[in-house]
């Protein structure tokens, strides 16, 4: 499976934006596509994580209320849709899958297939 995230860009502080991520080359029945973010110097952090069977979601308690990871089965595709934007959320998103256990969905070693990442940039 290859991912390929977009929708990054360059907002105000309180603007909004979409990610997607399209995966291609396999199915996802089987796996959790996971966001995360990472801002230079600074470790890959978990933002929000849906299982692709089923639907159930995560969130990092930072965006909770703000962000909302949904899914098109049909195009194979997960949106992190980005509200409320701060300028803290400045960073590369990427995102990747796993076939970890629930518990552990929020720790980036368990994911591979990792997208290209898309930067996106909060002006305060």
């Known amino acids: 499976v290859q991912l390929q995230a977009s929708g990054g860009g360059l907002v105000q502080t309180g603007g909004s934006l979409r990610l997607s991520c399209t995966a291609s080359?396999?199915?996802?029945?089987?796996?959790?596509l996971g966001w995360f973010r990472q801002a230079p110097g600074r470790e890959r952090e978990f933002v929000s994580a849906?299982?692709?069977?089923?639907?159930?979601?995560r969130y990092a308690d930072s965006v909770k209320g703000r962000f909302t990871i949904s899914r098109d089965l049909a195009k194979n595709t997960v949106f992190l849709q980005m509200n409320s934007l701060k300028p803290e959320d400045t960073a590369v998103y990427y995102c990747?899958?796993?076939?970890?256990?629930?518990?552990?969905?929020?720790?980036?070693?368990?994911?591979?297939?990792w997208g290209q990442g898309t930067q996106v940039t909060v002006s305060s």
């Open positions: 990747g899958t796993t076939r970890i256990v629930w518990s552990e969905i929020s720790n980036h070693k368990h994911y591979y297939n």
């Open positions: 080359g396999g199915t996802l029945s089987s796996y959790t």
């Open positions: 849906v299982r692709w069977s089923g639907g159930g979601t």
